[in-house]
């Protein structure tokens, strides 16, 4: 990417060359659109359930900026060949229910013909172009919140070897299917100074392209990080995922772990998740109220996990 040429157009407020979560274009003074794609292969057979993950995962970019989604396109890839018309169609009802819940109108898309389902959404929305929020911007005196717990990747895993049980594996998929929508309209009461959703290079990661595009360090408290039920103990026994060692060792350099931990205790830190939580910085003096506020609004797994610092030695993260 950092070959290609970079923005001309000074309505381009965010683009390519940064790792946001979407691109932002301003319309006029008073409306900018927001603008994301994604797609996800299935992690779950149900497709009424895989339509949820895979639109809800979709959108959470747009409510990491600050939006408001209007439009969805769907993106799917789909083995006509092998799989019934009526598996689409599930998917498709399945991502329509979290698109009108999100307040946005499922207005087309395109399918083509593929190995493998594939599905997600392309979607537009809309910002106050002075108003939206970025992934960088964390100032030191800051604290993290984290609003839903991490392990999605391994426990997707473990569930084909069937290792995870029933109650864990529906917690899981009640989590990803849930918007960010409340989170975010909560958030933004308290004027975020930064915010990313926790996607497929898991917690660290993410929290580390907060912490370099700040130029700050992000300490992480390992014992406030909010865990899916059953994650820790399929990495005990034996359970990783495709992505944990690309996300270990993107962060490698840049990292320190303060506390001795087994190894497969550190691997939850770079699981990858789909239809992650936000995390946010905000200013120490509101941090609690903030957690209350999102409790009350019932995104009650919300936690405060850290804090921000100046850079410490060049280590952008610090899990203590």
């Known amino acids: 990417m950092a070959r290609l040429p970079q923005k001309s157009d000074n309505n381009l407020l965010v683009g390519f060359e940064t790792s946001d979560d979407a691109g932002i274009y301003r319309l006029s003074d008073e409306v900018a659109i927001v603008t994301t794609a994604d797609f996800i ?11 949820q993950i895979g639109a809800a995962n979709s959108i959470s970019d747009v409510y990491a900026m600050g939006g408001k989604p209007l439009t969805c396109l769907n993106l799917v890839g ?15 009802e399945g991502a329509l229910s979290k698109i009108t819940e999100s307040g946005a109108v499922l207005a087309g898309g395109h399918t083509t013909d593929d190995e493998e389902p594939k599905f997600g959404l392309a979607v537009t929305g809309i910002v106050d172009p002075d108003k939206y929020w970025r992934n960088v911007g964390a100032k030191p005196g800051d604290v993290l919140i984290l609003t839903k717990p991490i392990g999605s990747g391994v426990i997707f895993n473990a569930n084909l070897k069937k290792w995870v049980s ?64 059953q994650a820790l103990d399929m990495y ?23 506390k001795t931990l087994p190894p497969w205790h550190q ?33 009650g797994n919300a936690r405060l996990i850290g804090r921000v610092t100046p850079l410490v030695e060049s280590k952008h993260l610090i899990f203590t």
């Open 267 to 299: 691997e939850i830190f770079v699981d990858p998740q789909t239809s992650g939580g936000l995390l946010t910085a905000v200013s120490e003096s509101v941090g609690q109220d903030l957690v209350k506020a999102l409790h009350s609004r019932g995104v």
């Open 78 to 92: 789909f083995p006509s060949d092998k799989l019934e018309p009526e598996v689409l169609h599930g998917i498709v």
């Open 236 to 258: 005990e026994k034996g359970v990783s995922t495709g992505a944990n060692a690309a996300n270990r060792a993107l962060i490698q350099d840049f990292t320190r772990f303060e």
């Open 41 to 51: 292969t299935p992690p779950v057979d149900d497709p009424y359930v895989y339509g």
């Open 166 to 229: 029933p109650s864990a594996l529906e917690e899981c998929i009640n989590i990803i299917t849930t918007l960010n929508k409340d989170a975010a309209e909560v958030i933004g009461d308290f004027e975020p100074h930064a915010v990313t959703d926790i996607t497929g290079f898991g917690l660290a990661g993410h929290a580390l392209e907060m912490a370099k595009g700040s130029d700050v360090t992000l300490e992480i408290q390992m014992s406030e990080v909010p865990i899916m039920n």
